[in-house]
């Protein structure tokens, strides 16, 4: 066996120990980017889109104000917590006062008490805090 040819078997060798770890990696790879993109809509169940709360309010009162309207939604139904994990206002310049306000994406802690906000807000008239329809 010439040395040429040792050489090409243990090229051979070494680029199918590659190749089997890049499908390897490639596998792996696949899993991890399933794995984030659960995790990244599992971050976001919980969201809440509510629509017509006027602008103007410093953001530190916007939970304050959700719990205002979302107890309103509910009927008057106390509830011993309500739990929002974070709210602001989407991205965005602040739009003219004619104009549609800007969206509000509150996170809320209890999947149930969401479930209900939005049954009821679906089945029910219309909300009107300040004047303007809210949804």
């Not at 995790?39 to 009162?61: I, S």
């Not at 304050?64 to 974070?86: A, E, H, M, N, S």
């Not at 310049?93 to 807000?121: F, G, H, S, V």
């Amino acid at each position: 066996m010439s040395v040429a040819q040792s050489e090409t078997r243990v090229l051979r060798t070494d680029l199918e120990h590659t190749n089997t770890t890049v499908t390897s990696q490639e596998a792996d790879l696949a899993s991890l980017t399933t794995w984030v993109d659960d995790l990244d809509n599992r971050g976001r169940r919980l969201n809440l889109r509510v629509r017509g709360v006027r602008e103007g309010d410093p953001a530190e009162h916007i939970p304050d104000i959700l719990k205002r309207l979302f107890t309103q939604v509910l009927g008057g139904k106390q509830i011993p917590r309500l739990g929002i994990v974070r709210a602001h206002r989407v991205l965005g310049p602040m739009p003219p006062p004619e104009e549609q306000p800007r969206d509000i994406i509150c996170c809320l802690e209890n999947d149930q008490l969401k479930e209900d906000i939005l049954r009821t807000a679906y089945l029910d008239t219309p909300y009107k805090p300040e004047g303007r329809y809210a949804q």
